[in-house]
């Protein structure tokens, strides 16, 4: 379970895509749970490579603004 106590995802549903060799995975937007999973299967998938994994983008600075005095 990952947000609810009452889950309208059912075993039987997970099963279907298991038998079907389609990708699942139990995610959660609310608690941000497995959000990187389906995006990095998404990446994995065309170029063939199960170890790529996401970085983190290095931070950025602000633009700098000038203003006129006047």
């Known amino acids: 379970m990952v947000d609810v106590k009452v889950r309208k995802v059912k075993?039987?549903?997970?099963?279907?895509h298991g038998k079907k060799i389609l990708q699942?995975?139990?995610?959660?937007a609310k608690s941000n749970y497995n959000i990187e999973k389906p995006f990095l299967?998404?990446?994995r998938k065309p170029v063939g490579d199960?170890?790529?994994?996401f970085v983190a983008m290095a931070a950025l600075l602000?633009?700098?603004?000038?203003?006129d005095k006047d």
């Open 11 to 16: 075993a039987k549903c997970i099963f279907f």
């Open 24 to 28: 699942y995975y139990d995610l959660s």
């Open 41 to 43: 299967w998404l990446a």
């Open 50 to 53: 199960l170890d790529l994994q």
């Open 62 to 67: 602000p633009p700098e603004v000038e203003t």
